[in-house]
């Protein structure tokens, strides 16, 4: 079946504009999980999704950043009035939640990414 | 949040083993050990998992120390293919499912 799909692929954009970054999980799954990788450097962990709530939003990085998910399907990362040092690839990934006790296995399924260039 | 340390790089000869060390000296009993890889201009792909025990699949094998502080990923014949930034992973419980923290990824290179 179809994997995680992530659009714009790339994303280009003036400092102060606000963009916004949009994942399709794997049907089915429940927890979907936003990341940024910037140049040469680790995954950084944004936010996550259980269902269409976000219990935690202490990963962003500021209040210009914000994440919404309606259905349990489709979610939008929105960054407002673009810094230079949001230039970055933002990465989804999307996994089963856990439905019951504790699972061994909870393999994340990563997207392609969006590259952000803020000029 | 418990975290893991890797070397920033590390070559290794074509049809050799690949061992990718990682220190997870702060884990949490019920944490477990997730590896990935992450090819160039492509999202991050599973390897294998552990918890205590060591694990074995068709990619690689993981080696987990008896304290649990410290984990080794063993390509057992390394190919071109296998290059690529490795990432060692400390899973995290979190309401409702599970949280990665990833650590700063080791670059191996395989050389013909």
């Known amino acids: 079946g179809a994997g995680v799909s992530q659009s714009p692929s790339n994303k280009v954009t003036e400092k102060g504009k606000d963009v916004e970054l949009r994942c399709d999980p794997i049907?089915?799954?429940?927890?979907l999980y936003w990341y940024r990788q910037s140049l040469g450097q680790g995954l950084e962990f944004l936010i996550y999704?259980?269902?269409?709530?976000?219990?935690?939003k202490s990963g962003l990085p500021s209040d210009r950043f914000s994440a919404e998910r309606t259905g349990g399907s489709v979610s939008t990362l929105t960054i407002q009035r673009t810094q230079q040092e949001d230039s970055a690839v933002y990465l989804c990934?999307?996994?089963?939640?856990?439905?019951?006790?504790?699972?061994?296995?909870?393999?994340?399924?990563f997207g392609p990414g969006t590259r952000l260039t803020v000029l | 949040d418990a975290k893991t340390t890797q070397p920033p790089s590390m070559d290794c000869a074509e049809g050799r083993a690949a061992n990718l060390p990682c220190n997870h000296s702060?884990?949490?009993?019920?944490?477990?050990v997730y590896w990935y890889r992450q090819i160039h201009s492509q999202g991050p792909q599973y390897i294998i998992h552990?918890?205590?025990n060591n694990e074995t699949n068709e990619m690689a094998s993981l080696i987990i120390t008896e304290d649990r502080k410290s984990s080794t990923l063993i390509l057992p014949h390394a190919t071109l293919r296998d290059t690529a930034v490795y990432y060692c992973?400390?899973?995290?419980?979190?309401?409702?499912?599970?949280?990665?923290?990833f650590g700063t990824g080791t670059r191996l290179k395989v050389l013909a």
């Open positions: 990934a999307s996994s089963l939640g856990v439905l019951s006790g504790v699972s061994s296995y909870n393999e994340q399924f």
């Open positions: 702060t884990i949490s009993g019920n944490e477990y």
């Open positions: 999704f259980q269902g269409n709530s976000a219990p935690d």
């Open positions: 992973i400390v899973r995290v419980e979190v309401v409702g499912t599970y949280k990665y923290i």
């Open positions: 049907s089915g799954h429940t927890a």
């Open positions: 552990g918890l205590k």
